[in-house]
């Protein structure tokens, strides 16, 4: 983590807060958003981009795979928006994007825990959406294809993947948009993937 916050410092030359937090764990979360509030003086902006995967059969899925899954990639989320909203509607609005997954609307053999917690997350932003869109909070979700991370399989670098970065420039595009407009949900994909 001090190295993301000595790189993101540099680059942006601005005041940057790291503060480790179990998104699984809402005592941890409340830490998190009240370390923002006194460190930052508040907060204008949620990118919510934890998430796990264990991909195996629906029989071979432990208790423990499950949960470790749906509380990271759904209820970490709830929690982070659940601290963030009033906070948000205080300052007079501001922006929750959300970074899903196509998995989220195709289902796969092997991703019975992933597939749902993504589903679950698609649902989630899109009611949150109609919720507070009166309150200037904005939300929006991005469902990238295949990103080339150490996310899932592992492995080393797929050129043919989405790179990290261009996850960035869809979400600061996302936040570039006039508070008129909504894009409530972007996918993405790989342009030439493996065939």
């Known amino acids: 983590m001090k190295s993301a916050v000595s790189q993101l410092t540099n680059k942006f030359k601005g005041k940057v807060l790291g503060k480790v937090a179990d998104v699984r764990r809402n ?14 003086g508040g907060l204008d902006i949620l990118v919510n981009n934890a998430g796990v995967g264990v991909f195996k059969s629906t029989a071979d899925l432990s208790v423990e795979d499950w949960q470790k899954t749906i509380e990271t ?34 289902a796969f053999a092997g991703g019975a825990a992933y597939n749902a917690s993504k589903f679950g997350l698609n649902g989630f932003s899109e009611a949150m959406m109609l919720d507070h869109r009166y309150e200037n909070v904005r939300v929006s979700y ?13 492995g080393g670098s ?38």
């Open 27 to 40: 005592t941890e979360v409340a830490d998190l958003f009240t370390s923002i509030d006194r460190e930052m």
């Open 73 to 106: 990639n759904l209820s970490g989320v709830f929690y982070c928006c659940r601290e963030a909203l009033p906070r948000l509607k205080q300052r007079g609005g501001g922006y929750i994007i959300n970074i899903s997954s196509l998995a989220g609307k195709n």
């Open 142 to 154: 991005v469902m990238p294809g295949s990103v080339d991370t150490k996310f899932g399989s592992g």
């Open 158 to 195: 797929a050129d043919w993947k989405i790179a990290p970065e261009d996850i960035g420039e869809i979400v600061l595009t996302l936040l570039r948009m006039p508070e008129r407009t909504l894009v409530s949900r972007v996918e993405v994909r790989p342009s030439r993937p493996l065939k």
